[in-house]
């Protein structure tokens, strides 16, 4: 079956240290895992995704295929970065399954 | 491009009542999907499209139906609702890599 796993629910950090949300994923096949960002009463939009390996507003994330996750991490945390955080497994057939979110909270 | 709108924002029903949720998506993706998203429990995919004529159920379908003839619309109809089905809903449509999502509706059943 596949599953995304996101351990932390409620994730708090001061500004200006650093931040890492986990997701762990079981699938069977190939991979292809994303990171989406829900801002207060604003819709959920993509943050990044593996495949591209690219950095945005300063959050990265490395597939890690022997651990099965896909952390995002960011080395110095912005208040603005406060707001729920969906990893995503992407499967044949465009469906995607989310995991339970992370709610980040970035403390001045 | 509009993207991908949602209709209404908010509603409120009566248990048992039944209710359409509108999606439609100006992009001419194939794919488009509902989910509901409840606090702890994340995004749940409720029922999904790949194409015009063509659906298929979700992790929690019960209680919804959907259609879809057209590329462009995929109502969500609740036929008798619940207050199980108190939650935020949300429409998507997909091509490729990414998923672009509507504002959402916010629905209360008491």
């Known amino acids: 079956a596949q599953r995304v796993t996101q351990p932390e629910k409620l994730l708090s950090v001061f500004k200006g240290a650093p931040v890492e949300l986990k997701c762990n994923y079981s699938?069977?096949?190939?991979?292809?895992l994303f990171w989406y960002v829900q801002y207060s009463r604003q819709r959920l939009q993509l943050l990044l995704r593996?495949?591209s390996r690219e950095s945005i507003k300063g959050f990265t994330a490395d597939l890690n295929k022997g651990e099965t996750s896909f952390h995002l991490k960011k080395p110095f945390a912005q208040e603005e970065d406060s707001a729920m955080y969906y990893c995503?497994?992407?499967?044949?057939?465009?469906?995607?399954?989310f995991g339970t979110g992370t709610s980040l909270t970035v403390i001045p | 491009n509009a993207g991908v709108t949602q209709t209404p924002k908010f509603q409120v029903l009566k248990t048992g009542q039944s209710m359409t949720l509108q999606c439609a998506q100006d992009?001419?993706?194939?794919?488009m999907s509902w989910y509901r998203q409840d606090p702890g429990m994340g995004l749940r995919l409720i029922h999904y499209?790949?194409?015009?004529?063509?659906?298929d159920q979700g992790e929690v379908p019960n209680g919804y139906n959907v259609s879809r003839s057209t590329t462009e619309d995929f109502p969500l109809r609740l036929l008798s609702a619940a207050p199980s089905q108190t939650s935020v809903y949300f429409c998507?449509?997909?091509?490729?890599?990414?998923?672009?999502f509507g504002s959402g509706t916010r629905l209360t059943v008491v």
């Open positions: 998507a449509s997909s091509l490729g890599q990414t998923v672009t």
């Open positions: 699938y069977s096949g190939s991979p292809e």
């Open positions: 995503a497994l992407k499967r044949p057939g465009n469906q995607f399954y």
């Open positions: 992009m001419n993706h194939e794919y």
């Open positions: 499209s790949v194409g015009a004529g063509i659906t």
């Open positions: 593996h495949i």
